[in-house]
């Protein structure tokens, strides 16, 4: 009977809320892949992709078997995805494909010009032929730098390679057409979404600065132009140039998405611009108004934090150390090339110029080249086609002799907090950064900062409702408070429902002081039963149920639930600072161990055998 | 002389070489073509160059492709025609060698070059009837099928809280809940005040199977939608892997093939597809029953 009359007293305090706050306002999460090539990419065709063209990926994405374009099985993904951008190179879009599946009419050269395309053809159709495209792929990457200059494109080896094709517009103009005829049929609103885009390919002397480029728009815009590529500029400004000139002329809209910034030599993300110039306010206005967000993990590996983060036990993840290269020359990791330091050289550089070039939301996504978006470890497809079944894996890939199918992981996926699932809902949420970026399982993650919110927060039934009526979300600011004396954070983190349970909740945050030095601290703000934080700070290790016979796991250690509010213990209202959240999954299989398995061999030949897999929010920045 | 004449028109030997040159002769005259300078003349006209530009763009409009070579300026059209003597020049002699034969790129090549050219047959599909859409329609009906989907708000009580020490004391304090609900009449929207927070969803609006039984378990699953369903009232509980839940179910379709008129451009999509199949597939059954196929060592 008290029971009774509680539940009658809460229900009149609360109805008035209920009203307020309609919950079909209310945003939902939506998965899917931002980055996914087909057989129309020069170097997915090399690679022994030569059948799984866009229609192929939307179906897999979407849930139905398709057919394998190397092994010719049937496979289909386990979870489809909401949403796709088949994004293929802008660089000979599908010119190579045409040309070797004999659908293309070359423009006329000069005699001289002809032949020569006539006998790099002719080797490039006989090494394809014989089985051996990768080859040419290898022999067409770009070189390190030989000068000492900062700025790669002025780099003697960072000047493209012209193939000699003569004027490819025609066959481009039709390979596109198929591109955005293919997103449209596919587009459902409210079930799945296509989104039009293509891939940048800039690489100059071997720095990957590639950027994914996507529009909400449909044909009716996306038809009026060809995809900007790096054959024209290797200039980020220079895209960024084409795209307000793009947009202008033809009312379209693009967001570009950087990706591989380990990969970039520093590049990605540096102090000055890739002229070596120094960042002005122009300049980081223009980079913020295109590149809201990152991809900041992807099967050719995770660029969340420098692999040598001091106190952070779990930096290292799916480190990827190998350029993009004709041959192989030491990696070296920059602060340019991981996002957790470039946020903070954002800091740094918006106390200079008074604006945050490096304000920008995490996604993740595949880049995978097999036309399959694949990152589930026990489901995955490879990198390309040809690194794809266990026992192609141990070979080289991309002219690296270090390197192959084990060096990478089946990664990642970008998580959207959207009202609808729909082209304009979706980009909307990536230009408010309401995004956030997982290795692969559908962990879903819901982060808000406010100066106060309601006791009880975190077990409250409708976490969202309180986030947004109280805070701001995952890619916001915090703007300053008289009334509070530090910032508060909500976070709930549920495990995938067909995944593993979760093992803790980090918050990580980057800031600067008044002597403008940077910094950074890594906070376990919640885990799952039966640990104690020590007095350094650490939280015992979660353990591993993975079965090494069967690569099978247990959810008998981990939670299924973590949610918290967690107050900054140093906050200091002076100094400007940002805090992202890190969930980390109790760790499972990686594909690896499932290979060798199955080709009952050594565990040291494939490599890293669990894996903890795990997703990044995007940050909340506080200025004051 | 005579005599020896004779003597050597008796000898085999001469006979069977006059009988060669004869031969060797009436060969020449029959195949007098391939012996001529016929062989070193490449022919150029017109229509030639039409049919060449024809071939390297693949679009066969021979009206159209005449009418473009009579518009060519004289530089422009001896582009063509150079091009087209080189290629031809490389391909005879190429051919004399017999470089064509036991040439596997050669055949996969012709082969895809003639899989083509049935797809220049599409043109030649009718277009499709209302009556066509219903028989293809009518007979692949199962391809359209839409999966079964529900309507559902719940009300969830967690196993794993300090109050419950087993998942019957859960069960029993869903049951007081039910009771509260049922006899309140809570509607849909108000679900959220009672019970405790699912890991996912508080409402699943037309959710298919896949989901709701990834999200609750595949015996949940069965049981939500084995559920009565006249009017929306609470019933449960409902064991899922986490816990009970209550459940206002307002809306249930079981799995159904929609109306052609919902789907109707779906299905002229297929029917075409399906067409061009057929007629590339027709286009080269022709050209098989050309053939007469002997299998020398067929089994029986």
Redo the contacts between chains.
Sequence with gaps: ML??SV?GA??LI??AV?AAS??DQQTKVFFGDTHLHSAYSFDAFLNDNDSAFPDTAYRWARGLPVIHPTNRARVQIQ?PLDFLVVSDHAEYLGVITEIHQ??A?LE?LGFWATFKRWVRLSMASFMI?SGRAEKVFTFGLPKPAVGSGYDPVADPNGVMIDPGYGDTKKIRGQVWADIVATAERHNRPGVFTSLIGWEWTSTPAGANLHRVVITPDGADKATQFLPFGSEISQYPKDLWAWLAKTEERTGTRFMAIPHNSNLSKGYMFGEVTLEGKKITADYAQTRMLYEPIVEVTQIKGDSESLPNSTNDYFADFETYEHYLQAYSSTYSAKPGDYVRSALKTGLSIKKDIGINPYKFGMIGSTDSHTGLSSAEENNFWGKYANDSTPETKDQAIIGDADNNGWSMSASGLAAVWAKENTREEIFAAFQRKEVYATTGPRI?LQMFASWKFPEQAA?????GKIGYTYGVPMGGDLMGSEQADAPEFLLRA??D??GANLDRVQMIKGWVDADGVQHEKIYNIAWSSGREIDSEGLLAMVGDTVDRTTGNYQNTIGA??LATIWVDPEFDDQQQAFYYARVLQIPTARHSMYDAIALQAERQKTGKSVIQERAYSSPIWYTP | MKVLYRKLLKEPLIQFLLIGLALFFCERWINQKDYSDDQFRILVNDQIIAQFMQQ???KFDPLKAQQQVELLSDVQRQ?LVD?YVRGETLYREAKALNLDRDDQ?IRR?LM??MD?LAQGFYDDIDAVTENDLTTYYNLNQQDYKKPSRITFTHVYVAFDQKKHDSEASAALEAG?ILK?LRENNIPF??S??????F??N??YVNRDVDEIS??FGQAFKQQIFDLEFERPQWQGPIKSS?GWHLILMTHKEQAYIPPLSEIGSIVLADVQRQRQQKVKRQAIQKLQSKYEIIDRDQRQ
């Design positions: 029971k009774y539940i809460f229900i609360t109805q209920v309609p919950s979870t004999d659908r009419h006329e032929d879903r077990t409250a039934v409708d976490i549920v495990k429902p067909v299924s639930e | 390297q763009v693949k582009r091009d790129i090549r895809q070059k083509y007081e509260i929207e108000q959220g005040l009672y019970g405790q927070r890991l996912y508080r409402n990834s999200h986490y």
